[in-house]
């Protein structure tokens, strides 16, 4: 039983995609990973969804390129969150998928990150999955808060390089 399940429609998606493994292991989220196709094996990802609810999966992160129907086929067969990534694949680098994930119609909602945000489509996983979880909560506070200890280091160094 996986917390989060990751699709992506084809194995050319991972290495944008990585990320989201890598984010929800340090948020202590776990996490199962798919490659699945809306248009290539319709069929494989109704079934996995199914299991997946099943077996308490409780949201969906769904990533694709070009006509990118993954995350509203999802969708259409769970209530649970969806999280849609277009991934910036083909000619028009991302804005086909981020059209064709963001603009579902009423009803069936995807909530679309942007083009390649691997990492915000796993800290919003995450705290969907805290409002409910207090422990969860307090482990993305912290990770927050080393994200900004991170960035006040860069400033400061910053600071130090031009002061000369
Ligand atoms: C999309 O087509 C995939 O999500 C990928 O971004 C793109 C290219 O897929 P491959 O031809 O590499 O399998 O469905």
């Known amino acids: 039983m996986a917390d989060v399940a990751l699709m992506m429609g084809s194995d050319s998606d991972w290495p944008t995609l990585e990320p989201v493994v890598t984010t929800l292991k340090e948020l202590g989220v776990s996490c199962a990973v798919r490659v699945?196709?809306?248009?290539?094996?319709?069929?494989?990802?109704?079934?996995?969804v199914a299991e997946a609810e099943k077996t308490g999966t409780r949201a969906f992160i769904c990533a694709a390129g070009v006509a990118a129907h993954l995350a509203g086929a999802v969708a259409a067969h769970t209530a649970r969150p969806v999280i849609g990534i277009p991934v910036a694949s083909g000619p028009l680098n991302g804005f086909d998928a981020l059209l064709s994930?963001?603009?579902?119609?009423?009803?069936?909602?995807?909530?679309?990150?942007?083009?390649?945000?691997?990492?915000?489509?796993?800290?919003?996983?995450?705290?969907?999955?805290?409002?409910?979880?207090?422990?969860?909560?307090?482990?993305?506070?912290?990770?927050?808060?080393?994200?900004?200890?991170?960035?006040?280091?860069?400033?400061?160094?910053?600071?130090?390089?031009l002061k000369g």
């Open 36 to 48: 699945l196709s809306a248009h290539r094996t319709p069929e494989q990802t109704r079934e996995f």
């Open 101 to 161: 994930t963001v603009q579902m119609p009423p009803g069936v909602p995807v909530a679309t990150v942007a083009i390649n945000g691997a990492v915000n489509a796993a800290v919003l996983a995450a705290q969907m999955l805290a409002t409910g979880d207090a422990k969860l909560a307090a482990r993305i506070a912290d990770w927050r808060a080393a994200q900004t200890r991170k960035v006040l280091e860069k400033d400061r160094k910053l600071a130090e390089k």
